[in-house]
């Protein structure tokens, strides 16, 4: 299926661009489902988009907040994409508390964090261990050694495909990821995609034959959902043969 690219002069513009796509498959979902299940980004990109969202006014009660994955942090650590989130977006909308799923970073050993997680989504959910999560919109970044999530290049992480939440690793320091099965059950997969110094992944990630183990970001393929590729033209400059 030819992927579905669009780039943008500036980030601005990128973000107009994705707060549009994203209202819509909010409505979308609310008019469908009832609610809206959306797997947040972390990273510095959607920062502008969370603030946007901010602005709106939405049913907030019908809306459910999840995250694609986290550092193992504590949400008042800079560092923290829950943190990131609440203070750019979530604080500033009247969204019930318990619309918010943050992703736990309290225990001490990830793993334990990781279990927990999965059996929140279960439980939400309503799926089984045979089952995945399907989230209305994941939301995803992408690093410029082609992670996404934490799905860092050859760690463990990649080749987890029977649970929904597993212990990323970059650096050696600990993350919380959604696996490889939920983000690609999305309905809609967005990556937000900034800055020139994502063009050598990028070029990895749609040449037709590289290493996805190394490049990750590859495998992200939704199953039923539709992916769509939001870059600035710093990023995007060497996809213009997909636009
Ligand atoms: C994280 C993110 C990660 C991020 C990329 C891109 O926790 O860091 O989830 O996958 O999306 O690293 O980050 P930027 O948007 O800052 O380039």
């Given at each position: ?18 707060l ?34 901010a602005t709106q ?16 942090v ?39 964090a ?13 799926t ?17 050694d ?24 970059k ?6 990821t ?14 937000l995609?900034?800055?020139?110094n994502?063009q ?12 996805a ?31």
């Amino acid at each position: 299926m030819t992927p579905h690219v669009e780039v943008f002069a500036d980030r601005p513009q990128l973000i107009t661009r994705a707060l549009e796509l994203t209202l819509v498959e909010i409505k979308r979902a609310i008019a469908e489902r009832g609610r809206c299940t959306i797997a947040l980004a972390g990273g510095n990109t959607p920062k502008p988009l969370y603030e946007q969202l901010a602005t709106q006014n939405l049913p907030w009660q019908n809306i459910h907040i999840f995250w694609g994955d986290e550092r193992y942090v504590p949400i008042s650590d800079p560092q923290s994409n829950a943190g990131m989130a609440a203070n750019a977006w979530l604080n500033q909308v009247a969204i019930p508390p318990e619309n918010i799923h943050p992703m736990p970073t309290q225990p001490k050993d990830p793993q334990e964090a990781a279990q927990i997680y999965d059996r929140q989504l279960q439980a939400f959910f309503g799926t089984g261990a045979a089952e995945f999560p399907c989230f209305d919109i994941v939301l995803l970044g992408l690093g410029p050694d082609g992670h996404t999530a934490s799905l860092f290049p050859h760690t463990e992480a990649l080749q987890v495909c029977d649970r929904n939440v597993t212990v990323g690793s970059k650096d050696g320091q600990p993350r919380i990821t959604l696996t490889l099965p939920v983000l690609n059950q999305a309905r809609c997969i967005l990556f937000l995609i900034t800055g020139a110094n994502k063009q050598e992944a990028l070029t990895q990630i749609f040449a037709q034959q590289a290493d996805a183990a190394q490049f990750p970001a590859r495998l992200i393929k939704p199953v039923n959902g539709q992916l769509s590729w939001l870059l600035d033209a710093a990023a995007g400059e060497v996809l213009q043969d997909y636009v």
